[in-house]
């Protein structure tokens, strides 16, 4: 059995060196001194928990100089099938510092081990996620950080602001980022591992969300991702719709809810099955609001339609300032329909409502479809 503990009890019992969490596992989770005669230790162990669901094998380091790079100097490890890692920071780093939290990053490969619940699934795309850890000098026993997809987007959020580096607007905004995605604000803070429980509805909504957070591609890929989106946002609020990320938790949690009603013995890997389910069929909607049925799509619609679909908008920004199809989007802004006056833009010249002026939809669809920057990004029948 895993234990979970609150930051109360972890702290009154944070003298116990308290083992195994998990089924025939264990590991000493934390670091304590509490013999006036014993000699001060010269670093603090910080424990580490990564969890989508927990993520075998993540790299995990952190970064003391806040390059965004692994650098020899810095504490690194490796994620057990907990999540768990324990890295070792020096006390007179952290006296340097004064307030100023760690920045930690976890980056974990295509393919690597994600448990949910006790069952073991694969993830299906790289993924890099972070956490700003605000460790006191002294080290509070008992406690260990999590760093998640609601700590991630918390970072990327809050960088550059004064919230980033204050203990509480940290806390605070990580907690209602989370509900904004349909996790529990109750079992998003530090020393509560979400993934111990799957018949506690606090649990099972964050550990979905988190889930539906990563497999909706809402994290980073790449470290350097991660930093481009940090500087990005920093000193401006941003502003994330994660409604659809919400519903999709919603629905994933109740069918599963329902599920474990028919099912006593109803376990992580059904819970599995449910998410892909549910994901899948979202992503076939998607797909087949843009499919026709006819041979010879009607592809000044097919285009109409992924222009105005919010999903696209970065897509067509992107595009339009892309040297290889400025001539494509010249046609577009140009164009005109019959019996509309002609546009008196210069780039446009006067350009005439009939047919020859008319952009090449299917051209540009097929381009954009098969070029190798975009496809990814790019659903198509």
Same mark, same amino acid.
């Given at each position: 059995?895993?234990?979970?503990?609150?930051?109360?009890?972890?702290?009154?019992?944070?003298?116990?060196?308290?083992?195994? /969490?998990?089924?025939?596992?264990?590991?000493?989770?934390?670091?304590?001194?509490?013999?006036? #005669?014993?000699?001060?230790?010269?670093?603090?162990? $910080?424990? =580490?928990?990564?969890?989508?669901?927990?993520?075998?094998?993540?790299?995990?380091?952190?970064?003391?100089?806040?390059?965004?790079?692994?650098?020899?100097?810095?504490?690194?490890?490796?994620?057990?099938?907990?999540?768990? &890692?324990?890295? @070792?920071?020096?006390?007179? +780093?952290?006296?340097?510092?004064?307030?100023?939290?760690?920045?930690? $990053?976890?980056? @974990?490969?295509?393919?690597?081990?994600?448990?949910?619940?006790?069952?073991?699934?694969?993830?299906?795309? #790289?993924?890099?996620?972070?956490?700003?850890?605000?460790?006191?000098?002294?080290?509070?026993?008992?406690?260990?950080?999590? $760093? @998640?997809?609601?700590?991630?987007?918390?970072?990327?959020?809050?960088?550059?602001?004064?919230?980033?580096?204050?203990?509480?607007?940290?806390?605070?905004?990580?907690?209602?980022?989370?509900?904004?995605?349909?996790?529990?604000?109750?079992?998003?803070?530090?020393?509560?591992?979400?993934?111990?429980? =799957?018949?506690?509805?606090?649990?099972?909504?964050?550990?979905?969300?988190?889930?539906?957070?990563?497999?909706?591609?809402?994290?980073?890929?790449? $470290?350097?991702? =991660?930093?481009?989106?940090?500087?990005?946002?920093?000193?401006?609020?941003? +502003?994330?719709?994660?409604?659809?990320?919400?519903? =999709?938790?919603?629905? /994933?949690?109740?069918?599963?809810?329902?599920?474990?009603?028919?099912?006593?013995?109803?376990?992580?890997?059904?819970?599995?099955? &449910?998410?892909?389910?549910?994901?899948?069929?979202?992503? +076939?909607?998607? &797909?087949?609001?843009?499919?026709?049925?006819?041979?010879?799509? +009607?592809?000044?619609?097919?285009?109409?339609?992924?222009?105005?679909?919010?999903?696209?908008? #970065?897509?067509?920004?992107?595009?339009?300032?892309?040297?290889?199809?400025?001539?494509?989007?010249?046609?577009?802004?140009?164009?005109?329909?019959?019996?509309?006056?002609?546009? &008196?833009?210069?780039?446009?010249?006067?350009?005439?409502?009939?047919?020859?002026?008319?952009?090449?939809?299917?051209?540009? /669809?097929?381009?954009?479809?098969?070029?190798?920057?975009?496809?990814?990004?790019?659903?198509?029948?």
């Amino acid at each position: 059995m895993k234990f979970k503990f609150s930051k109360s009890a972890a702290l009154v019992f944070g003298a116990l060196a308290f083992a195994a /969490i998990g089924c025939g596992g264990g590991h000493d989770h934390h670091h304590h001194h509490d013999d006036p #005669d014993e000699p001060e230790e010269d670093t603090v162990l $910080i424990d =580490l928990q990564v969890i989508d669901g927990y993520l075998k094998d993540a790299m995990v380091f952190i970064d003391l100089n806040r390059n965004f790079e692994w650098d020899t100097n810095e504490p690194r490890g490796y994620a057990d099938s907990y999540g768990m &890692t324990h890295l @070792s920071v020096w006390k007179d +780093d952290l006296r340097s510092r004064g307030d100023t939290p760690l920045q930690v $990053i976890a980056r @974990s490969s295509s393919g690597s081990s994600n448990y949910i619940y006790g069952e073991k699934d694969t993830t299906e795309r #790289d993924m890099v996620m972070s956490r700003n850890i605000f460790v006191n000098r002294d080290m509070n026993d008992g406690v260990w950080y999590i $760093i @998640s997809p609601f700590s991630t987007l918390t970072d990327i959020e809050l960088s550059g602001t004064a919230d980033f580096d204050d203990f509480y607007s940290y806390r605070s905004r990580l907690a209602e980022l989370a509900a904004d995605a349909g996790a529990s604000e109750k079992t998003v803070y530090d020393s509560d591992d979400y993934n111990v429980s =799957l018949r506690n509805e606090d649990d099972l909504k964050t550990e979905v969300a988190g889930e539906v957070l990563a497999r909706k591609g809402k994290l980073p890929t790449t $470290i350097s991702e =991660l930093k481009e989106r940090m500087n990005a946002s920093s000193g401006e609020s941003q +502003d994330y719709d994660l409604s659809d990320c919400r519903e =999709l938790t919603e629905e /994933i949690v109740s069918k599963a809810q329902d599920d474990m009603k028919d099912n006593d013995k109803y376990s992580g890997k059904e819970l599995i099955d &449910t998410i892909k389910s549910v994901l899948n069929k979202k992503d +076939d909607e998607d &797909t087949a609001s843009y499919e026709f049925s006819e041979p010879g799509a +009607d592809y000044e619609e097919l285009f109409e339609q992924l222009k105005d679909d919010p999903d696209y908008e #970065d897509l067509f920004k992107e595009l339009k300032d892309d040297p290889d199809y400025n001539e494509l989007f010249r046609q577009l802004r140009c164009s005109v329909k019959p019996n509309e006056k002609p546009k &008196t833009d210069p780039e446009c010249k006067n350009t005439a409502a009939d047919d020859k002026d008319r952009p090449d939809y299917e051209k540009i /669809i097929e381009k954009v479809k098969d070029d190798p920057d975009y496809n990814d990004l790019f659903r198509h029948p």
